[in-house]
Nanobody
Framework: VQLQAYGGGLVQAGGSLRLSCAAS????????MGWFRQAPGKERRFVAG????????NYSDSVKGRFTISRDNAKNTVYLQTNSLKAEDTAVYYC???????????WGQGTLVTVSS
């Protein structure tokens, strides 16, 4: 599956953005999906994940209660609604799919989110 993330931008602290990740390939519906982020000078970290049916989600503690992951399998798209953004949320956000290895091993290009304080 090929993935393309978009929807990033510059937003003030306290604002919101909705990130989208468009997937190609007929097997999208079978993939568990996730969002990760990488801040300048830091390692890439897990943000949120969603099962292939969309009925199970999990979040990192740093975004729990502020971010929501969802998916629309009919549109081959996974979303990340980001609310109450903080300066520390500034990062390049990536979407990823869980492959046959059971790990996130398929990655799209990232989209930059910059939160000004």
């Amino acid at each position: 599956v090929q993935l393309q993330a978009y929807g990033g931008g510059l937003v003030q602290a306290g604002g919101s953005l909705r990130l989208s990740c468009a997937a190609s390939g007929r097997t999208f519906i079978t993939y568990a999906m996730g969002w990760f982020r990488q801040a300048p000078g830091k390692e890439r970290r897990f943000v949120a994940g969603i099962s292939w049916r969309g009925n199970s989600t999990n979040y990192s503690d740093s975004v729990k209660g502020r971010f929501t992951i969802s998916r629309d399998n009919a549109k081959n798209t996974v979303y990340l609604q980001t609310n109450s953004l903080k300066a520390e949320d500034t990062a390049v956000y990536y979407c990823a799919a869980v492959g046959s290895s059971g790990k996130y091993d398929q990655w799209g290009q990232g989209t930059l989110v910059t939160v000004s304080s």
